[in-house]
């Protein structure tokens, strides 16, 4: 089971890929999770119904997703997380994770939200690109007053203009003042450029390690990663996505970073 009374990540490719690939990510992650002494939390999508393209790459779908994910969860007891995009996937994808995600543009529509936490799981909401963190308390409000464990609320970045993305170093402090609950970061889609020319979203994947830094130095509660062994040949959210490799040494830096605020001595 997943909780957020402690500094958590939650990382994984976008969306669900082969199970070998999933397998993959999973098993570092445990790695990583063992080594640092961090909870991780697995995530990927069965379905990405929010694509720009139609034609774009969606996932395998509820069905078939599922057991993919409960295949990472029994291969190495991580917590998981998915997204969901209608208020019927929600009963039985809480059947098999333990976090049900509100995507971004969905976390206004009140029978998704309530369906979410009818379902009594733990309910991460992303922040919606256009509203402001203390906005964010009726949504949380509608997930707890329908039954949710815990609520988390993740941050990815404001409009500002077209096609660009700027984080507000202090929407941890007002969602979690505001809402009452752990202010996540999303290193990963806050580095999105939306409204390429040919329809897709691009990224600035380079500013990861910078934003993440500079979120945990400002007190984020957790953070939020897209993660892929390869992430030119992911086939979703491919140009802002963590490589891998380079996800252990930048949670040094953040176990780093939480020492030194905390006055305590790093392990990681």
Known sequence: MAHFNRFTLIAGPCVLEDAGLNLEVGQEL???????????????????????????????????????????????????????????????????VDVLQIPAFLCRQTDLVEAAGATGRTINIKKGQWMAPEEMTAAVDKARGAGAAEVTVTERGTFFGYGNLVVDMRSFARVRAAAGVAAIFDGTHSVQRPGRADGASGGDPEHIPSLVRAAVAAGCDGLFLETHPEPSRAPSDSTNMLPLAALPGLLTDVIAIRAALSGEESHG
Request: proline share 6%.
């Open 30 to 96: 445990a790695r990583i999770s063992r080594a640092l002494r961090l909870p991780i939390v697995f995530k990927a999508s069965f379905d990405k119904a929010n694509r720009s393209k139609a034609g774009a790459a969606r996932g395998p779908g509820l069905e078939a997703g599922l057991p993919l994910l409960e295949q990472v969860g029994s291969a190495t007891g991580l917590p998981l997380l998915t997204d969901v995009h209608e208020a019927d996937q929600c009963a039985r994808a809480a059947e098999v």
